[in-house]
């Protein structure tokens, strides 16, 4: 069983930044990568970042080059750095956690087996 908590959600005008957090705890094996998720009202939930172990990422099409994200193995903490924030990117953002080889099928959510409760992110214009 992992544990994922998220924190550093909030509300910021258009432009503004934010950096999430989530920190992982519990039976977690040896190789795994972890990820960035977000879905918003009426939508469905999309990928938004992931890194695994080794710190390779992969990134959704629509952060072109806003969001950055990292890790620190050593406290089994992911981050998301998110800049130039916009209304669209009004989401709860969710953490999760898979084992395995982080693949160019990372998008889809089905495929992750471990899920924080999330945290939300609201930008205004």
């Known amino acids: 069983q992992v544990q994922l908590v998220e924190s550093g959600g909030g509300s910021v005008q258009s432009g503004g930044s934010l950096r999430l957090s989530c920190a992982a705890s519990g039976n977690m094996f040896s190789y795994y990568y972890m990820g960035w998720f977000r879905q918003a009202p009426g939508k469905e939930r999309e990928g938004v970042a992931a890194i695994d172990n080794d710190g390779r990422t992969r990134y959704a099409d629509f952060v072109e080059g806003r969001f950055t994200i990292s890790q620190d193995n050593a406290k089994n903490t992911m981050y998301l750095q998110m800049n130039s924030l916009n209304p669209e990117d009004t989401a709860m953002y969710y953490c999760?956690?898979?084992?395995?080889?982080?693949?160019?099928?990372?998008?889809?959510?089905?495929?992750?087996?471990?899920w924080g409760q999330g945290t939300q992110v609201t930008v205004s214009s």
């Open positions: 999760a956690l898979n084992t395995g080889v982080l693949s160019d099928r990372w998008l889809l959510s089905y495929r992750w087996s471990n």
